[in-house]
């Protein structure tokens, strides 16, 4: 995963899920904070965990941060 790419968290859709897109590759839906840290350690950065999805960033939240998961 590149670095200076920021990984985009896309705003929740009607079922509380938010596409999840890395290096301009869509990984799926997440519906959690933990599902974000699961795209981001198949992306290559293993060690991230919950706290380091909420603290990076390279994330860029759209429509609400990480505590955001409802339409």
Do not use: C, K, N
Not at 14 to 26: H, L, N
Not at 28 to 36: E, K, L, P
Request: aromatic share 8%; net charge negative.
């Amino acid at each position: 995963m590149a670095t200076d790419r920021p990984v985009i968290v896309y705003s929740p859709d009607e079922q509380g899920g938010r596409r999840v897109r890395v290096d301009g590759t869509i990984l799926g839906r997440a519906r959690s904070v933990r599902d974000v840290a699961a795209f981001m350690q198949e992306a290559g950065l293993q060690e991230f965990d919950e706290m380091d999805v909420v603290r990076t960033g390279l994330i860029e939240w759209r429509g609400g941060g990480p505590d955001v998961w409802t339409h």
